[in-house]
């Protein structure tokens, strides 16, 4: 049988990955400006996101501003909003088809072997939505390194990674887990079945011949 602990504790994990990669999606500071180098000023901070761009003076005002136009967005803007937000919707379905399949509620209480079935639906479904979460950070933060370290990119205009892609990545790295603790957490699928045992010669040894 499935072991409900295992079951739990990775439904736990892909859980706070779950809020946390909501919370990644939402947070404004994916890249922020960068203070390395000379000549740098440091009176305001520029910092942009998936849905908008946000400037912060010395004073502690803060202007943020929406993306007006979803046509006009870099390719990469687009792609990580389409990869965390597919991150997140199977991550809710997942959720959904791993509470009916653990052991710990009472959803198909009777069938014990479709059961973990689901859970074991639900651990890998969480599995591809930390993958989509991580691909779409990762890709995020390969481009900020990669216009961080062009030579011809001016220096006022080189980012460095924001919070939320370290949020990000820490909620993918906790879904992954909690998927892969929901999957090892199911029966092999030999495990129901009965052993098997040689046959015994319950007849004794075969009767000789004499002559």
């Given amino acids: 049988?499935?072991?409900?602990?295992?079951?739990?504790?990775?439904?736990?994990?892909?859980?706070?990955?779950?809020?946390?990669?909501?919370?990644?999606?939402?947070?404004?500071e994916w890249k922020a400006s960068s203070?390395?180098?000379?000549?740098?000023?440091?009176a305001q901070a520029m910092y942009e996101g998936l849905w908008k761009t946000c400037v912060s003076q010395s004073t502690g005002q803060i202007q943020c501003k929406v993306y007006d136009s979803l046509l006009q967005l870099p390719g990469i803007i687009q792609g990580a909003r389409g990869?965390?937000?597919s991150s997140i919707l199977l991550c809710f379905i997942a959720i959904m088809v791993a509470v009916v399949g653990m052991k710990c509620t009472t959803c198909m209480a009777e069938e014990p072997a479709q059961k973990d079935k689901v859970?074991?639906?639900?651990?890998?479904?969480?599995?591809?939505?930390?993958?989509?979460?991580?691909?779409?950070t990762?890709?995020?933060?390969?481009?900020?390194?990669q216009e961080f370290y062009n030579p011809f990119t001016p220096t006022n205009s080189r980012y460095e990674f924001g919070s939320a892609l370290y949020v990000g990545w820490g909620a993918a790295s906790l879904?992954?887990?909690?998927g892969s603790f929901l999957c090892c957490g199911c029966p092999a699928k030999d495990s129901g079945k009965s052993p098997r045992y040689p046959a015994s010669n319950s007849g004794g040894p075969a009767g000789r011949d004499y002559v």
């Fill in 1 to 28: 049988m499935a072991n409900p602990g295992i079951q739990l504790l990775g439904f736990t994990l892909a859980f706070l990955g779950f809020i946390g990669c909501i919370a990644s999606t939402v947070m404004v």
């Fill in 35 to 42: 203070y390395a180098g000379d000549n740098i000023i440091t």
């Fill in 83 to 85: 990869l965390m937000l």
């Fill in 119 to 136: 859970a074991l639906t639900g651990g890998i479904v969480f599995i591809i939505s930390g993958l989509l979460a991580l691909v779409g």
């Fill in 138 to 145: 990762s890709w995020y933060g390969h481009r900020i390194a």
């Fill in 175 to 178: 879904v992954l887990i909690g």
